[in-house]
């Protein structure tokens, strides 16, 4: 979940371009922006990131705020089948 920062809403304009920079750019870390949607209310957009391990993750989460256009606030998804399993694994 990503809000713009001062410097990143004054050029929304290249945003655009900013998120097929990072589209690349997470490719070659190993991860894949698998959607992003501008949404309404505390956050402005919400991005998907599928990556291949937590460390990964983390790398794609900085490498994209460190551009200073946006801050974020990053969430573990577990998928159904993860879910399963771990329900399953309960005392």
């Given at each position: 979940m ?20 990072a ?60 879910f ?8």
């Amino acid at each position: 979940m990503f809000r713009y920062t001062q410097p990143g809403i004054t050029t929304i304009k290249d945003s655009p371009g900013r998120i097929d920079a990072a589209r690349k750019a997470f490719r070659a870390l190993g991860a894949e922006l698998k959607a992003l949607c501008l949404v309404m209310g505390q956050y402005d957009f919400v991005a998907v990131v599928e990556a291949p391990d937590d460390i990964t993750a983390a790398k794609v989460s900085l490498a994209w705020g460190a551009q200073g256009n946006v801050s974020s606030e990053t969430l573990r998804a577990f998928t159904e089948e993860e879910f399963r399993s771990i329900v399953a694994a309960l005392p």
